[in-house]
């Protein structure tokens, strides 16, 4: 096989936090029981574990800190910046967690809804801090189903300049995987699952149902 030339972005594997934990609370989350109270707090839970493998790759740079005992070179996250994006509103339950691991992340805001007939992504909102195009981008949503939200949240958010880009989730379809593979190949996924499919309706089964609704309890 000839190798494809640098230019051409190749598809990044999606990772699956397969963690004891994060099994453990995801199950908890699907079933239709927990109550709204418990999916919110699951969703924070679960977003602090994804956050820390999806900012996995960010660099440090080594520093001279004293300890009460001695010097030492230690190290830090580097002058790079993180920006959140929160495709909503969904997104806003992942958001929280992110922001308590890393408060110091600016934050974008891209509001989109699925229509219920076609399935296509409508776009109702859109901010994203100026600086975009210098940050570190971790892109949000629960769900990754037909991968339209994503991949229209994903092309704004280069359009306005974002290059570095990954994409966090609670559960993905592999319908949704293959959508942001065939659209945005360099985008990692993030997850903790990669589910069967989707039924007649675009839903992700086994899936946890509606994660907006669920989690704001608007149904
Ligand atoms: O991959 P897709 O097929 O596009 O589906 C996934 C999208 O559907 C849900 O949003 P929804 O439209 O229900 O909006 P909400 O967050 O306001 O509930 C979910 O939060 C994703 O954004
Ligand atoms: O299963 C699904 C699919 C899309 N959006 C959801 O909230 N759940
Ligand atoms: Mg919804």
Redesign the pocket.
Known sequence: MTDLPASVPRSVAPVVLDHPLVQHKLTRLRQAATSTAGFRRLTRELSLLMCYEATRDLPTEPVEIETPLERMEGRMLSGKKLCFIS?????NGILDGMLDLVPAARVGHVG???DHDT?E?VEYYMKLPEDVAERDCIVV??????????VAAIDRVKAAGGKRIVFVCLLA?PE?VACMNAHHPDVKIVTCSIDRGLNEK?YIVPGLG????RLFGTR
């Open positions: 495709i909503l509103r969904a997104g989109l809804y699925r399935l992504a949503d629960p769900m990754l189903a037909t991968g339209h939200s994503a379809a949704g675009g509606d994660a907006g609704d």
